[in-house]
């Protein structure tokens, strides 16, 4: 069985919270799993698979400033 592996890291790369998903799973299960647990923060550093508006706005409301390359 494959998994994808969510992660929520600090600022050096260490985990702080890792959320397990079924691979055929889209990102944004995953995604939607790790906004209420993010620790306080002034950026948030995204892959591609979460630009999605309402992951955005999560992140704004969080007063969150997310730097997430926009999909092609």
Known sequence: MNTKLHAICDSQGRP????ATAAHVSDYIGARALPCSLPDAEWLLGARSNDA????EAMEAKAIRAC???RK
């Open 53 to 56: 508006d309402w992951f955005r």
């Open 16 to 19: 702080l919270n890792l959320f």
């Open 68 to 70: 997430i390359p926009s």
